[in-house]
């Protein structure tokens, strides 16, 4: 079975990787929010917030999206939702 991989350049200093049903945007080189395709739950990390960063974030779609209590937490959700079948 072949995974399917992408990549969108959202801009500058921010992209999207998709794998499979996850999509996982990033700020510069660091992830800071993603979406499960399978389970609709998306989680923003709440640590990573600078002016560029927040721009990103909102340009992506996840203003007002739930953040998680802390980047462990963040971390932790991305690789449940990177386990299994994708």
Do not use: C, W
């Amino acid at each position: 079975m072949t995974l399917p991989v992408s990549l969108s350049v959202n801009g500058a200093n921010t992209a999207t990787v998709r794998l499979g049903s996850v999509a996982i945007l990033f700020s510069y080189d660091t992830a800071v929010a993603f979406t499960n395709g399978k389970t609709g739950e998306s989680l923003v990390d709440p640590t990573r917030y600078s002016n560029t960063t927040a721009k990103h974030l909102t340009q992506a779609g996840y203003k007002g999206d739930p953040r998680a209590a802390s980047r462990a937490e963040f971390e932790a959700k991305l690789a449940e939702a990177l386990r299994g079948p994708l």
